[in-house]
């Protein structure tokens, strides 16, 4: 059986995929992640410096000392390895169904402009919604329990996903797929081998949005149901709040910031250089 045109670009494209350049900056990666982190690190310690400054003026404002004692005290009795223990698990599995679900939908609302035009305008109307007003409601039906605040997660998640990825697909240039028509590409090849990577940016932003709107509706449920048992960041909000105790609640938005930072640099970062080198945009002298 002869090769077809799409199987031979293929071919091709897999041969020539490392070039010497790409073996250059692979070497180099080190020196420019050095770079890249600097900016965060001298950034921290502005804002660290402002924070000091005015916990002077603030009596009430406890400042950088206080607040990194009572982070050591968290993480001497275990409960900041349980904080972050618990959220990575809860967040990675509440994530993970919204991502898939929405993905999904997204790659359906795409394909079918009849449910494109059906579906849309309520995933756009559940997208501005408060996500405050799904925590009672699920309260109410579910219970202050674990599942509860995983229903309010993934429904907050999902509409970004979705509509993420069907906006990405619908913005895929003509120009790609007729080409990959032209050599021979059905509709599975054409799936997965065009329209999927060149949407891959847009579907990562959207996924990006879900994240933040998922991690939101975490705390926020937290802190109105505490339904991970006092453990949970909300949690110990609500608990500093009844009690008084500002250093372990700016101790706990210290958390919420380094593991939201966490997941950018280590996730969503990462995924958007990647995707930045293939297309040739770091080499093309673009800042990154």
């Known amino acids: 059986m002869r090769p077809t045109r799409w199987a031979s670009a293929r071919r091709v494209s897999k041969e020539t995929a490392m070039s010497p350049s790409d073996a250059r900056a692979t070497v180099a990666s080190s020196p420019r992640d050095l770079r890249r982190g600097l900016p965060i690190l001298v950034t921290g310690i502005i804002l660290l410096a402002l924070w000091a400054i005015a916990a002077v003026f603030a009596d009430a404002l406890p400042g950088p000392g206080e607040t990194g004692q009572e982070l050591w005290r968290m993480a001497g009795d275990g409960q900041l390895v349980s904080i972050f223990v618990r959220v990575t698990l809860f967040m990675g599995v509440c994530f993970s169904i919204a991502a898939v679900v929405g993905v999904l939908i997204g790659l359906v609302l795409s394909a079918r402009p009849a449910a494109d035009r059906g579906l849309s305008p309520y995933f756009a109307g559940l997208q501005g919604m408060p996500t405050g007003m799904w925590i009672p409601v699920a309260a109410i039906l579910l219970g202050t329990t674990p599942l509860s ?24 240039p003509p120009l790609l797929t007729r080409a990959g028509r032209t050599l021979g590409a059905d509709k599975r090849t054409m799936l997965r081998h065009v329209v999927f990577p060149a949407a891959l940016p847009g579907i990562t932003t959207g996924l990006e949005l879900g994240w933040s709107i998922a991690f939101r509706c975490l705390v ?24 008084g105790e500002l250093t372990e609640m700016m101790a706990t938005i210290m ?31 673009l800042p990154h």
């Open 149 to 172: 605040l995983a229903a309010v997660v993934t429904i907050g998640a999902m509409p970004a996903i979705v509509l993420g990825t069907r906006n990405a697909v619908r913005n895929v």
């Open 255 to 285: 958390i919420v910031l380094a593991f939201t930072m966490l997941v950018d640099r280590l996730v969503f970062a990462r995924v958007q250089l990647r995707l930045r080198e293939s297309r040739g945009l770091i080499d093309a002298g």
């Open 220 to 243: 926020a449920g937290e802190i109105f149901s505490g339904a991970l048992s006092g453990t949970g960041i909300g949690a110990v909000i609500q608990r500093s709040r009844e009690t």
